[in-house]
């Protein structure tokens, strides 16, 4: 097994100029319009710097997929560490919506890449998940939120809200079953 070398500080610029290039064609929608090599043009580096960091157009998609689930993974640490459990955990979800709104150029790119390589984000959904059930473990060890559901029931949520992006009114709706989940983990209080 070897271990990555640090990159230089302009060799990470230049990554970091070719992932911040690549959210952005994702979000446009237009990963497919674009010959691999425009990422370079795009990013102002050179194709050689586009092949040497990411071979291959999976291999730039699976990147930026990765960075996405550290950034909302910081996220629920952030939160979990500065607000109290079940506020962490709404404003988690909450905050979800709005990544999968924001990042539907993405969602839909890199289900395209993967419809049949689905292995490649299971390490991410993992980690997304294991972020998930530490949110949920807090505000179940707070009293806040039962403790008869699992994450990965609240997981199919955020998937389902996500596959049903395109209906009409989705971001209300998807507001709505937040809200819905959210009552239904709350833990009930008994009046004895």
């Known amino acids: 097994m070897t271990v990555d070398k640090p990159l230089r500080a302009d060799a990470q610029r230049k990554r970091e100029a070719l992932l ?4 952005e064609v994702f979000d446009a929608g237009g990963f497919f319009d674009l010959r691999f090599d425009d990422f370079a043009r795009l990013a102002g580096v050179g194709t050689g710097t586009l092949y040497r960091h990411f071979p291959t157009r ?8 990765h960075g996405e689930v550290a950034t909302l993974c910081d996220r629920a640490r952030r939160l979990q560490a500065t607000l ?3 506020e962490a955990l709404a404003t988690f979800l909450r905050g979800m919506v709005d990544h999968i709104a924001a990042h539907e150029g993405l969602a839909r790119t890199l289900a395209t890449l ?8 299971a390490e991410g959904s993992r980690a997304l998940e294991q972020a998930v059930t530490d949110l949920v473990a807090a505000a179940v060890r707070d ?3 039962r403790d008869d559901v699992d994450a990965g029931a609240v997981m199919m949520t955020l998937h389902g809200i996500g596959a ?7 971001r209300a ?4 079953v937040i809200t819905l989940v ?5 833990r009930p209080h008994s009046d004895g």
């Open 182 to 186: 959210l009552d239904g983990l709350r």
């Open 58 to 65: 999976e291999a730039l998609a699976e990147a930026v997929y």
């Open 114 to 121: 993967w419809a049949d390589r689905s292995g490649a984000l």
């Open 20 to 23: 911040a290039t690549a959210r």
């Open 84 to 86: 109290p459990a079940a």
């Open 143 to 145: 009293g806040a939120v």
């Open 164 to 170: 049903a992006h395109d209906r009409p009114r989705w």
């Open 173 to 176: 709706e998807a507001d709505d």
